[in-house]
Nanobody
């Protein structure tokens, strides 16, 4: 059974940085496409960024240039480095894994529990 566990969320002031981690177990991590999504109160879940098996990355326009995702296949872990955070980045952030499919579509089969990121103004 594939399991994903996020860590690294918290409270940060606007302009600050946070790094989220997502540890994957129960599957062959290197075979997974990994995605990051977020959901703010009262809003739909939205794609943030993702990384292909090749290491190629893809980002939503709202975070491009501020967020970076990377993966360490030796540690079965994917990261989301978030810089220059804004209050509108406040949300629950979740990582997700899939063997194949569109990186930005939220129909991933495997999801983490989510971690809260709060950015104060």
């Amino acid at each position: 059974q594939v399991q994903l566990v996020e860590s690294g969320g918290g409270l940060v002031q606007a302009g600050g940085s946070l790094r989220l981690s997502c540890a994957v177990s129960g599957g062959t991590f290197s075979n997974f496409v990994m995605g990051w999504f977020r959901q703010a109160p009262g809003k739909e879940r939205e794609f943030v960024g993702g990384i292909f098996r090749s290491g190629k990355t893809y980002y939503a326009d709202s975070v491009k240039g501020r967020f970076t995702t990377s993966r360490d296949n030796a540690k079965n872990t994917v990261y989301l480095q978030m810089n220059t955070l804004k209050p509108e980045d406040t949300a629950v952030y979740s990582c997700a894994a899939r063997p194949a499919g569109f990186i930005y579509s939220d129909d991933y089969p495997y999801w983490g529990q989510g971690t809260q990121v709060t950015v104060s103004s």
